[in-house]
C-alpha cells in the first residue's frame, strides 16, 4: 500500500536551518507530484511548497518563498525539503502528500490523495 514516512524533523533556534525528507513507497513515485504542507497548533493545514512529477514546476506559498526549497529524487522516491532563515512562526507539524491528476492548486490539501504522519519543526526565538 501507498505509504509516506517523513523524517528531518526537530528544535532549531530562528535563523536555523532543517532538512526534512519524505521517503515513499508503494506506488509509482515519478508518476505523482509531491507537496509539503504544515498545521500550527490550533490552525489549519497550509501548503507550504510543491513539486510536479518531473520537477519542472515548483510552486511554494509567500510565507515561505525565499527560505525554502523542494526538491525530489524520483529514483530513490523521495522528497525534500530544505528550510532556511526558519522563524518561530515556521513551527508546525509537517506532512508531506502525493497526488496522481493535475497540478492545479497545487498548494491546496483537498488535491492530494495520500498523506504522511507528520514530522514536528519547532522554531524557537
Known amino acids: 500500500q501507498v505509504q509516506l514516512v517523513e523524517s528531518g524533523g526537530g528544535s532549531v533556534q530562528a535563523g536555523g536551518s532543517l532538512r526534512l525528507s519524505c521517503a515513499a513507497s508503494g506506488y509509482t513515485y515519478s508518476d505523482y507530484s509531491m507537496g509539503w504542507f504544515r498545521q500550527a497548533a490550533g490552525k489549519e493545514r497550509e501548503g507550504v511548497a510543491a513539486i510536479s512529477p518531473g520537477s519542472r514546476l515548483k510552486y511554494y506559498s509567500e510565507s515561505v518563498k525565499g527560505r525554502f526549497a523542494i526538491s525530489r529524487d524520483n529514483p530513490k522516491n523521495t522528497l525534500y525539503l530544505q528550510m532556511d532563515s526558519l522563524k518561530p512562526q515556521d513551527t508546525a507539524m509537517y506532512y508531506c502528500?502525493?497526488?496522481?491528476?493535475?497540478?492545479?492548486?497545487?498548494?491546496?490539501?483537498?488535491?492530494?490523495?495520500?498523506w504522511g504522519q507528520g514530522t514536528q519543526v519547532t522554531v524557537s526565538s
Open positions: 502528500a502525493a497526488r496522481r491528476v493535475g497540478f492545479s492548486s497545487a498548494l491546496s490539501a483537498s488535491q492530494y490523495d495520500y
